[in-house]
Each structure stands twice: as structure tokens, then as C-alpha cells.
């Protein structure tokens, strides 16, 4: 039998503050949760912030049974998963202009493969294909797609293999909502410092980012899509879109429900700007923003 989300704080409702951010913060299953939630919380806790500027409004364990069950890591990661499968063939004129910029090789002469097909070629385990350490340059992101050189293959997305196999059974997620007031530079020192305590304790190794250990949200659009995936009710259903803060935002703005559900699952688009057409990810060109910011992007997609 599959179990159920554990919520322990309720999602409270969407906030009509004109500078709320929703951050959701969630835990990855190779991380110790109960060694990291504690640290976690008392960075947000002990942040010098101003007074009702910093709330924790959501809580809840989500077991793996039902993050299987229900496809959630697949369905929330589905852009890197369609390009860990597909590899250049994705790729758009856009990147593959950036590729070539960066390691001066021609594209069409690129023997570049998606994660999945190097798993096979190369002969490794998805844990050998992760802790593949490279050289810095040899490592490149385009729209939150990350390419890694190796030998003479370029990798398309070598984590994801391994974050879906981490997913089982036995892992639950740990998952909170902190509803800031605070610039997003604030937000990001909040992390700096959990990821400080959590390598004094010995949780976090030297060379790692934080992003090994747990998730955040980087921005309005990325709080949609962490919302789809990690915000339930104690009834054991998905909060509805409508009442997450930047959702109930845009629809406010007269956005229609299906442009903004297929713009963050298709988010690399061109948008119109002072200096001319650009081709960008929506999650990645909308971090940092206010929900203002963000929504003018949104609006400025051809």
C-alpha cells in the first residue's frame, strides 16, 4: 500500500503582499534528513531578519512510495529527463551556437550523447556517471542543461540517471515553504549558511554544493513548479495551483491557467527585450525576481 504525504504545518493560502517570495525547500533522498532538517531549520530560525519577515508556512515528509507512485521526480525534472534521453537532437539552433562558443568544436562534429546512452557506451553504474569529476572547464550549463565533457563524448545531463535511481521505497522527502519578505540576496545568504553548518558537521563534503543536499526554489516560476510537485493538503491531495502565491498572482493579471502550466514545462522560449530577441529559460531568466518582474518577463514571450 502506498503511503501518504505527512503534513505537518498546512499550506495556509496564497499571500497578496506585493514582495513575498514562497520558497520551497526540499530535501534530496541521498541526503540524512533528520541530520539535515535539524541544522536546516536553525539557520532560518537564527537568521538576524526583521520581525515577521521569515515564517516557515508548510511542512511534510513525502515517502518515496508515493513520489513513485505518482511519477514526481520524472514529472518535476521532466526537461532534463527529455534531454538526458534525446541529447542534441533537443538542442536548438540557440544552443547549439552556445556549444560551440564554449568548446570550439563544431556541433555537427560533437559526438554528444544523451546520460542515458553514456551509461551504456562507457560501461558505468549511474553512481560511477555522477561522481565523474572533471575539470571546470569541461563542464557547461545552457538553459539548465548541463553538458559534460569526457574524453571525447559530450554527456547531456550525466545526474539524472542517479537522482531517479535514488528515488525508492525507502526515501521520503522532507519538504517546507518559507514564505520570505526579504530581497532574494537574503534568501540565498539563508542557504549559504545552512550549507556552512552542515559542512562543519560533517554533512555536507568541501567539494560539494548544497544543491547535492537539498533544493530551493531559485525564483517566482521555479515556486510553480515545486508547488506542483511538493505542495499537498492534509486531505492527501495537491494544493490547488490556484492558491500558490505566484500563481494566484498571474491569474490576477488575466494569465490563463494552461499558458502558464505549459510555459513551465516547455520553458525554454524567445522573449522580446530592449536589445532584441533572446532565447531563454523561463525558470532560469525569472530567478531573483519579484512576482512584478517575473510576471513582465512572462508577458514579453513571443
Known amino acids: 500500500m502506498t ?8 499550506y495556509p493560502g496564497p499571500s497578496r503582499a506585493p514582495d513575498v517570495q514562497d520558497i520551497f525547500i526540499y530535501l534530496r ?24 519577515s521569515l515564517k516557515i508556512i508548510y511542512m511534510a515528509n513525502i515517502p518515496g512510495s508515493f513520489l513513485i507512485k505518482h511519477r514526481i521526480i520524472e514529472e518535476h525534472n521532466s526537461l532534463k529527463v527529455r534531454f538526458a534521453v534525446h541529447g542534441r537532437d533537443l538542442f ?6 552556445a556549444f560551440e562558443d564554449y568548446f570550439q568544436i563544431p556541433f555537427s562534429e560533437a559526438d554528444i550523447i ?11 553504474t549511474y553512481e560511477e556517471l555522477f561522481h565523474l569529476w572533471l575539470r571546470e572547464k569541461d563542464l557547461f550549463n545552457i538553459h539548465g542543461q548541463t553538458v559534460k565533457r569526457f574524453k571525447d563524448i559530450f554527456i547531456v545531463n550525466y545526474d539524472i540517471p542517479a537522482l531517479l535511481h535514488k528515488n525508492n521505497n525507502q526515501t521520503n522527502i522532507f519538504v517546507i515553504i518559507l514564505r520570505s ?29 548544497l544543491s547535492y543536499i537539498l533544493h530551493y526554489s531559485k525564483g517566482p516560476f521555479e515556486q510553480i513548479l515545486d508547488g506542483l510537485g511538493y ?15 505566484f500563481f494566484a498572482y498571474l491569474l490576477e493579471k488575466g494569465c490563463i491557467r494552461e499558458d502558464i502550466l505549459d510555459a513551465i514545462q516547455n520553458p525554454i522560449m524567445n522573449f522580446s527585450t530592449e ?10 531568466f525569472t530567478a531573483e525576481k519579484s512576482f512584478k518582474e517575473a510576471y513582465q518577463l512572462f508577458e514579453s514571450r513571443i
Do not use: C, W
Open 275 to 284: 536589445s532584441g530577441i533572446v532565447e531563454k529559460n523561463l525558470l532560469n
Open 114 to 124: 544523451g546520460s542515458f546512452e553514456a551509461l551504456k557506451r562507457l560501461n558505468y
Open 92 to 97: 536548438t539552433s540557440a544552443m547549439r551556437r
Open 3 to 10: 503511503e501518504q504525504p505527512t503534513i505537518i504545518i498546512p
Open 231 to 245: 505542495a499537498y493538503t492534509r486531505e492527501e491531495k495537491h494544493s490547488a495551483l490556484s492558491s500558490l502565491s
Open 29 to 52: 533522498p541521498e541526503s540524512n534528513g533528520v541530520r539535515v532538517e535539524g541544522p536546516l531549520l536553525k539557520s532560518i530560525r537564527d537568521y538576524p531578519a526583521p520581525k515577521d
Open 181 to 209: 519578505f526579504l530581497p532574494y540576496s537574503e534568501n540565498h545568504k539563508i542557504m549559504d549558511l545552512t550549507g556552512k553548518t552542515l559542512s562543519e558537521q560533517g554533512l555536507l563534503a568541501e567539494h560539494m554544493p
